[in-house]
């Protein structure tokens, strides 16, 4: 792992007092490179939380240009940045915060020509695309490259949240196996909304990322904002999916599903 600096031991000083925490989580989080999709009210929220938490290394992939609409959410951005591409704000933002952490740029969407290579590059995501395509490309990447991945969704005051370990955990086909239609500008967004699950998914990856806590594994976390609702429901893989289960193309056995680690 790589060694923290003086500047970095004072900056984290207050998480490292945390039980279970200490030094080597920090370590650990200084060595992790995560990959975060949509890069937006969601994505872009709980890359902020992973950037002020040290983690080393934040690769960012979301296209398009920010939109007006886009600014009662999206925090790392500015109103001067409207018609611009997001992504590039989002990287001068989180480096103006810390420092210390390296922000990539991935100026396009998750695609069946990308998703390998940047899952590959990475020791986890986030899913916070804003489709089930990209997230679905995601999903079966992460599942092939046994790759762990915080998968976070939210739709006006409702919101679900997981982490998927390959080869241990349902992923995002066993949880879904039918894919619902997901209209880009058809549903609503309060921005505490995205953001409080954005909080909840960067605490589930540094969790994953540290050890010192345990994430939802094989739980699926439901959120109703409306009553201040949470609730954990147990989940269970599907032995015929096609992405994981026992006949997907990329099948392996339990003891190299055990090498999936952060």
């Not at 920010?66 to 001068?92: C, H, S, Y």
């Not at 919101?159 to 370990?165: G, M, R």
Request: aromatic fraction near 6%.
């Amino acid at each position: 792992m790589i060694d923290l600096t003086p500047s970095e031991v004072e900056r984290y000083s207050r998480q490292m007092m945390l039980p279970n925490f200490g030094e080597t989580a920090q370590k650990r989080l200084k060595s992790a490179t995560v990959l975060v999709t949509g890069v937006g009210g969601l994505g872009g929220t709980a890359a902020l939380y992973l950037a002020v938490a040290g983690v080393g290394r934040l690769i960012l992939v979301r296209g398009g240009d920010l939109r007006l609409d886009d600014m009662n959410r999206q925090i790392l951005m500015t109103d001067d940045w409207v018609g611009k591409p997001r992504v590039f704000k989002a990287k001068e933002t989180l480096e103006a915060i810390n420092p210390n952490v390296i922000v990539e740029t991935i100026h396009d969407y998750i695609t069946p020509d990308n998703v390998d290579g940047l899952v590959q590059s990475a020791d986890m995501a986030l899913d916070c695309a804003h489709n089930f395509s990209e997230r679905n490309l995601l999903n079966e990447a992460c599942v092939k490259w046994r790759k762990p991945m915080v998968e976070a969704a939210m739709d006006g005051m409702e919101a679900y949240l997981t982490t998927i370990i390959p080869g241990v955990t349902p992923c995002l086909s066993c949880l879904f196996p039918e894919k619902p239609e997901w209209d880009l500008r058809g549903f609503s967004v309060l921005g505490a909304v995205s953001g409080t699950l954005a909080c909840l998914t960067a605490l589930e990856a540094v969790k994953l990322i540290t050890g010192f806590s345990q994430p939802l594994l094989s739980q699926l976390l439901t959120i109703d904002l409306h009553r201040m609702e949470f609730a954990k429901r147990r989940s269970y893989r599907d032995r015929e999916c096609p992405v994981c289960g026992n006949n997907a193309p990329w099948r392996y056995s339990h003891a190299e599903s055990t090498k999936c680690e952060v």
